[in-house]
């Protein structure tokens, strides 16, 4: 974001995306039901296996902070 600061000069705002409280973004979300289609889940056991795992009642409150370990532990088939 830019701002007009003193002078007309233009200023750099920088936002901060980093919050790991920030649930995931819809890109990230079919990502993650993507990956999970890889491995033998469909919608219903992915969704079961977030509640049960990391205590996520639906995709969309899935966070930034967590997205990383819950996408790895997919891959590593750590789903049981």
Same mark, same amino acid.
């Given at each position: 974001?830019?701002?007009?600061?003193?002078?007309?000069?233009?200023?750099?705002?920088?936002?901060?995306?980093?919050?790991?409280?920030?649930?995931?973004?819809? %890109?990230? /979300?079919? /990502?993650?039901? %993507?990956? @999970?289609?890889?491995?033998?889940?469909?919608?219903?056991?992915?969704?079961?296996?977030?509640?049960?795992?990391?205590?996520?009642?639906?995709?969309?409150?899935?966070?930034?902070?967590?997205?990383?370990?819950?996408? @790895?532990?997919?891959?590593?088939?750590?789903?049981?």
């Amino acid at each position: 974001i830019e701002d007009m600061g003193f002078n007309n000069t233009v200023k750099s705002m920088e936002i901060d995306n980093t919050d790991p409280s920030t649930p995931i973004s819809q %890109a990230q /979300r079919k /990502r993650l039901f %993507a990956i @999970a289609k890889t491995y033998g889940m469909g919608s219903v056991e992915l969704k079961s296996w977030l509640k049960e795992k990391f205590d996520f009642d639906s995709t969309n409150n899935v966070t930034q902070k967590l997205y990383d370990e819950i996408i @790895a532990e997919l891959q590593k088939g750590e789903t049981k």
